[in-house]
């Protein structure tokens, strides 16, 4: 079965760095285009990141732009997140998630099918 | 980027009744719209893709239609396990996905 399993949250100073990994199994990974989504305390969903399957195409969301890099090794398997220049507003519960897609008609439709259970990163002093 | 707002914010609602969630993009998104369903503590859970398309496992009883700017998610008969907060989310364009701010269904 499709599994993802974030790691590597914790306390951060504002300022700081933390590099967050998910370990995906169950599917073939080097297949999917990946994504970071996070979840402030309390509040909604927030896209982060995206990366295609074979890391030639990456976008991000304008709060992280600058910031944030998302990469993947599909020897491992792996999504990562490299945090830097953390703020007190980037704490979250941050989530990998699988898209994937449906065609019909001639347009794809992309979608989060498969999401890991979250890693949780606290900036502050 | 493209704006999603949600109605209502949040209802209160009873085993059995039917329940009615509206999502407006702001601008067309001609189907590109998904929902999902978030309990407390845990991840997101797709339901719906491509406006309409139940995703494997959801229950019947959770349909969703719409298209352009105005999407709906329909609960048909509610269940206990059902109370949870739904979120719409576009796929229209991938440079900046965008959510729903959420609607929270309880108890009445």
């Known amino acids: 079965q499709v599994q993802l399993v974030e790691s590597g949250g914790g306390l951060v100073k504002p300022g700081g760095s933390l590099r967050l990994s998910c370990a995906a199994s169950g599917f073939t990974f080097s297949d999917y285009y990946m994504s970071w989504i996070r979840q402030a305390p309390g509040k909604g969903l927030e896209w982060v990141s995206y990366?295609?399957?074979?890391?030639?195409?990456?976008n991000y969301a304008d709060s992280v732009k600058g910031r944030f890099t998302i990469s993947r090794d599909n020897a491992k398997n792996s999504l990562y997140l490299q945090m830097n220049s953390l703020r007190a507003e980037d704490t979250a519960v941050y989530y990998c998630a699988r898209a994937s897609d449906y065609c019909s008609g001639g347009s794809c439709y992309d979608y989060f099918d498969y999401w890991g259970q979250g890693t949780l990163v606290t900036v502050s002093s | 980027d493209i704006q999603m707002t949600q109605s209502p914010s949040s209802l209160s609602a009873s085993v059995g009744d039917r329940v009615t969630i509206t999502c407006r993009a702001s601008?067309?998104?001609?189907?590109?719209l998904n929902w999902y369903q978030q309990k407390p503590g845990k991840a997101p859970k797709l339901l719906i893709y491509?406006?309409?398309s139940l995703q494997s496992g959801v229950p019947s009883r959770f349909s969703g239609s719409g298209s352009g700017t105005d999407f709906t998610l329909t609960i048909s008969s509610l269940q206990p396990e059902d109370f949870a907060t739904y979120y719409c989310q576009q796929s229209y364009s991938t440079l900046g996905i965008t959510f729903g701010p959420g609607t929270k269904v309880d108890i009445k």
């Open positions: 990366i295609s399957s074979s890391s030639s195409y990456t």
């Open positions: 491509a406006a309409s």
């Open positions: 601008q067309s998104i001609s189907s590109y």
